[in-house]
């Protein structure tokens, strides 16, 4: 991932989206990461016949093209399913600007370069305001130096330093972490044969 | 220096730290599913990665089988269900696939198994997994890429939560169960009001819970964002500990596994027990709730323009009017099942409203037992007989069934649901579907009234 996530950012302004939300359990059925553009936010961008809602953000000019949303609290809430974050890369959103994520939605946006800057509510009030500009409103996250800029509005967000160095690295945390094989063997050493080591015989 | 037992559970499963400021944490036991994982063992495949501790792992079936029937309903979920035997026979991984005798959800199976003890820590692709905080055990939710983690390295990359205890003190009334204790926390703390958290639950009304009913809590407290949640090990634990074939020998160290007397948490929030009442859901999200004798909320009782186009949105697709009663509330169907509320326990808490009674006209009313074991212990008992005679289908096979409804139990655009379960989100149970989260008793009552109803009104 690049250091800088620029485009045009829609509003989203519910609060509490839940995984459920974002991802429909009829597109869950799959073994692959793939296929899973057209699941995402589903029922908000569909009808019950599969035809585009046209009031729906996301099916209007110039939010058809968004690659950042402004995203109410407490967004990612619910389900574990990392399906929510596939879809929502395989949609080309590159991040969600919020006040809260549920923490497993966060670590999962981590892993496959989600960006999720945290801000104030204020801010993200504004932020909303800002966005819903008919005219196309582009958004500009820098994560070198932690601040979004948006036409008059320059912030700093919030966002811990593993997760930004991950997004920026693009690292996979899987290699990374067998690096520290050592150090894992070493630990493994100390744990006694109290049962709970062996729980599964 | 004072501990929370939290920071004990971290820091005795900490490897290292790590230069980015994330840590290192070992995973004691991890479990999977059929739906949160295949993309994992793909994940190990394509970085060719082999399995770190094969024993450490348990899958089991349980999120999209259907619970008519031992076989797969239809070919999408039997290739999940084939996809996760094949991964475990390749690597070597214990499973608990259909027609297995342990079979039934992962959080009410695990518990069952005598799998879970005081200190451990267990990691899960499912949200839930903070059931196991019940026993003093540090459980957490985790996504598919963090499975391919604990998979390779046994290990998880881990922030240190804040912590929050959640204070219940003083006796709950007749009819008040855990759930409704936890509905009540997660309706005060809110829904994201626990995001960043482990939460620790504390006070008499939780100490006088059993451990079915402390799982509820621990399992729900999710549903405020929490990361974590526990309750400290004590005689309660040790004795389910020592009641059980697998960890009747355990050398149990509750002490090990309280938080210290002057431990400090970041927040700290009470509760009175006697003012808990049986609680509803009325809208889109688990904190919204209101006790049974109570009216699903007005535009009045709200200040802001947000807060009135969020209940006005949560009202439009519940099919509510504000203001009305909640026992006004008219059922199609009933659900008793979930990792939440599907253990001998809820069964024989709903089979006391059902004894002697009948389902409403025009209510369908399904029980799924959350595991094999369950079921026919239940069986035994003769709760089988008392479900069957008030008019409940009772499943022959567990699974989370209608909770996500990733089976063949998906309810209709429009239909309302009194549920056992955890979550009744928008489309939870079905494109359409109004979920009301309640007490399984409280389900059994709404059952056979036709309508949300009190439980203790059912003597």
């Not at chain 1, 504004?126 to 320059?154: P, Y």
């Not at chain 2, 003083?170 to 009001?193: E, L, N, Q, S, Y």
Request: glycine share 8%; aromatic share 6%; with cysteine.
């Amino acid at each position: 991932m690049m250091k800088t996530i620029k485009g045009i950012a829609a509003p989203l302004p519910l609060a509490n989206v839940d995984t459920d939300v974002i991802m429909p359990k009829r597109f869950l059925i799959t073994i692959t990461r793939e296929g899973l553009a057209d699941g995402t936010l589903a029922d908000l961008r569909f009808d019950n016949v599969g035809q585009l809602r046209p009031e729906f953000i996301l099916n209007k000019a110039p939010w058809t093209r968004a690659t950042i949303l402004i995203v109410g609290d407490n967004f990612g809430c619910g389900s574990s399913r990392e399906h929510a974050v596939w879809g929502l890369r395989q949609l080309k959103i590159d991040a969600c600007i919020g006040t809260s994520f549920a923490g497993i939605f966060y670590d999962n946006a981590r892993k496959n370069g989600l960006a999720l800057p945290i801000v104030s509510p204020k801010t993200r009030d504004a932020l909303l305001q800002f966005s819903s500009n008919a005219r196309g409103a582009k958004v500009s996250i820098n994560l070198d130096n932690r601040t979004i800029t948006a036409g008059e509005i320059s912030v700093v967000f919030e966002m811990d330093n593993a997760t930004r160095t991950s997004l920026i690295r693009g690292s996979d945390d899987t290699l990374d972490t067998l690096e520290q094989a050592a150090a894992i063997h070493d630990f493994e050493a100390t744990l006694d044969d109290s049962m709970w080591v062996n729980v599964i015989q | 220096m004072s501990r929370t037992l939290y920071d004990k559970l971290v820091d005795a499963h900490k490897v290292c730290n790590l230069p980015d400021g994330d840590m290192l944490i070992y995973v004691d036991f991890h479990i999977m599913n059929e739906y949160t994982s295949p993309q994992a063992f793909s994940g190990l495949s394509a970085k060719r990665l082999d399995v770190w501790r094969s024993e450490a792992h348990l899958a089991v079936v349980d999120h999209v089988n259907a619970t008519r029937d031992s076989k797969p309903h239809d070919a999408a979920s039997k290739l999940l269900i084939d996809n996760l035997e094949a991964n475990c026979i390749k690597h070597g991984i214990a499973l608990y696939g259909l027609g297995d005798p342990r079979q039934g959800i992962e959080h009410v199976v695990v518990p069952e198994q005598g799998l879970v003890v005081p200190g451990m820590l267990i990691a899960c692709g499912d949200s839930h997994t903070t059931t196991y905080g019940a026993y003093g055990a540090l459980g957490f939710g985790i996504g598919t890429s963090e499975v391919e983690h604990v998979l390779a390295t046994q290990t998880l990359r881990y922030k240190r939560m804040k912590t929050m205890r959640v204070i219940v003190e003083g006796d709950t009334a007749p009819g008040v169960t855990a759930k409704d204790i936890i509905m009540k926390v997660v309706h005060v703390v809110r829904a994201g009001g626990g995001n960043g958290y482990a939460v620790e639950f504390a006070g008499s009304a939780i100490r006088d819970l059993d451990m079915a009913g402390r799982m509820t809590v621990c399992n729900m407290a999710v549903e405020l964002g929490a990361r974590a949640a526990l309750i400290a090990a004590d005689e309660i634990t040790e004795a389910a500990l020592k009641g059980h074939p697998h960890t009747g020998q355990f050398a149990f160290k509750g002490e090990n596994w309280v938080s210290d007397p002057e431990a400090v948490f970041d927040e700290e929030i009470t509760i009175s027990g006697a003012n808990i009442e049986p609680l509803i859901t009325w809208g889109t999200s688990p904190d919204q709730s209101v006790p049974i004798t109570a009216n699903v909320p007005s535009k009045l009782d709200y200040v802001s323009p947000k807060a009135k186009a969020a209940l006005e949105r949560s009202l439009k697709y519940m099919g509510l009017t504000e203001g009305q009663s909640a026992q006004s509330i008219k059922i199609d169907t009933a659900f008793i099942g979930s990792c939440t509320n599907s253990r001998i326990e809820d069964l024989r808490e709903a089979a006391k409203i059902l004894q002697g009674r009948q389902v409403a006209e025009g209510v369908k009313a399904i029980v799924v037992p959350g595991s094999a074991m369950t079921r026919i212990k239940a069986e035994a008992e003769g709760l089988r007989d008392v479900f069957e005679a008030a008019g409940f289908e009772w499943r022959p096979e567990a699974g989370c069934s209608m909770c996500l409804a990733m089976n063949d139990d998906i309810a209709m655009d429009g239909e309302r649901v009194a549920s056992s379960t955890n979550r009744n989100f928008e489309g939870r149970q079905g494109r359409g579907a109004r979920t009301h989260l309640m007490s399984p008793a409280m389900v059994a009552a709404a059952a056979v009234s036709g309508h949300l109803a009190d439980v203790r009104d059912f003597k």
